[in-house]
C-alpha cells in the first residue's frame, strides 16, 4: 500500500524515480544503451521516468554516436571526472557516481543498476515504496555465514569501521547457493530513498576500508568474470566491498532494506544452476557476459525463462552484444 501521506512517497507516474547507471566506451556502452532502451520499451509505469546515464572518466567516453543515441532515448548523459578511492575496482566508479547523483536534486527514489541488464516487463512501482530494497547477492563470495566461515573475522572488522554492531546485520539467503549469510546485497538492482542519503553513507563505508585497506580478498585478487571480461589481481582484491558497503550503511543508517522478488535482478547466467523453480513473470534479468556469445539471440528463447514473443523478438533483434 502507497503511503501517499508522505512528502515523497512514491506514486504511480514514475516521475518519483531516477535510474542511474553508467556507460564507458567498450562493453559498457553497447549495455547501457540496451538498458535504456528496455527500461523505455518495457519499463511500465517506469517508461517515462529520469534516466541518468554517467560517464566518470573522460579517458572512457562513450563515443559521440553513443552520446547522440543515449539522449535520443531522452537519458542524461552525464560527464564527469570522478576521483575514485580505489580506480583499480572498476566498481568503486559506480559506488561514487550514485552519491553524487543522491546528493543533487531530483525524484524521491534512485535506483542504481548494473549497465549488464534489462527491464522485460513492468515493475511494480509499490515494491520501491520503501527505504531500500534490492536482491539478496547470487553466491556467498566473500559473505559470511556467521562463526567458523573464514570470512567472519572481515565482517567484524567491516562492522568496526562502520561502527555497527555485527548481529544487527540482517541474515539473507543467496538466490544461488541458498546459503544464509550475513546480509549483502547483489549491486546489479539497488534502490533507495534520496532523502536518506543512503549511497552517499555508502561510499563514505567504502572510503574507508580502502583507506584501512581491508581487502575483501588480497592484494592479488581471484579470476572473475564479469560483464566487461575477465579481472583479477588489484581489479578484484576488493570484490564484493561495494556490497558490503550499501549493507553496512542501511544498518548504520537504521534502514530496512525490502527484499525484492526473485522475478527482479535474475541472474541469467546462473540458469543452470538454480534448483528451485524459474520465477515468473520475470521483470528485471542480470545476463552479465552472456549477451557478447555468439549464440546469445538463440538465449532469449529459452522456454525456462518464459519471455514473452515480444521481448524475444526485440532482444534478438539486438544481440549479440559487442565483447
Not at 75 to 102: K, M, N, Q, V
Not at 135 to 161: H, I, N, S
Not at 192 to 218: C, N, P, Q
Amino acid at each position: 500500500m502507497l503511503r501517499m501521506d508522505r512528502p515523497d512517497a512514491l506514486g504511480s507516474s514514475g516521475n518519483d524515480v531516477e535510474f542511474v547507471l553508467i556507460a564507458e566506451a567498450g562493453a559498457l556502452a553497447a549495455q547501457a544503451l540496451m538498458l535504456c532502451a528496455s527500461i523505455r520499451t518495457f519499463g511500465g509505469a517506469f517508461s517515462r521516468s529520469r534516466i541518468t546515464v554517467v560517464s566518470p572518466r573522460a579517458n572512457r567516453r562513450p563515443s559521440p554516436a553513443t552520446i547522440r543515441a543515449i539522449e535520443q532515448l531522452q537519458a542524461e548523459y552525464l560527464a564527469l571526472e570522478i576521483d575514485s578511492c580505489c580506480p583499480d575496482y572498476g566498481t568503486s566508479y559506480r559506488i561514487h557516481a550514485a552519491a553524487w547523483i543522491e546528493r543533487r536534486a531530483g525524484p524521491a527514489i534512485i535506483i542504481q543498476l548494473d549497465s549488464d541488464t534489462i527491464f522485460v516487463s513492468d515493475p511494480d512501482p509499490s515494491l520501491f515504496d520503501c527505504d531500500a530494497a534490492a536482491r539478496p547477492v547470487d553466491v556467498k563470495g566473500m559473505c559470511t555465514t556467521g562463526d567458523g566461515d573464514p570470512f567472519d573475522p572481515y565482517w567484524r572488522k567491516l562492522c568496526a569501521l562502520a561502527n555497527v554492531e555485527y548481529d544487527q546485520l540482517p541474515v539473507i539467503r543467496t538466490t544461488v547457493d541458498r546459503l544464509a549469510v550475513r546480509a549483502s546485497y547483489n549491486g546489479g538492482f539497488l534502490t533507495a530513498r534520496r532523502s536518506l542519503g543512503l549511497f552517499g553513507r555508502t561510499e563514505d563505508i567504502f572510503r574507508k576500508l580502502v583507506a584501512e585497506r581491508l581487502y575483501s580478498w588480497t592484494a592479488d585478487g581471484p579470476l572473475m568474470r564479469t560483464g566487461t571480461g575477465f579481472l583479477r589481481g588489484a581489479a578484484t582484491s576488493y570484490w564484493g566491498t561495494s556490497q558490503a558497503a550499501f549493507s553496512l550503511a542501511a544498518v548504520a543508517g537504521n534502514h530496512q532494506v525490502r527484499l525484492l522478488p526473485p522475478t527482479y535482478n535474475f541472474p541469467w547466467h546462473s540458469l543452470n544452476d538454480h534448483s528451485d523453480a524459474i520465477p515468473r513473470p520475470l521483470v528485471h534479468l542480470h545476463y552479465h557476459w552472456l549477451f557478447a556469445e555468439p549464440g546469445a539471440p538463440g538465449l532469449a528463447a529459452d522456454p525456462r525463462l518464459g519471455l514473452s514473443d515480444d521481448v524475444v523478438e526485440w532482444l534478438k533483434a539486438r544481440l549479440p552484444l559487442p565483447a
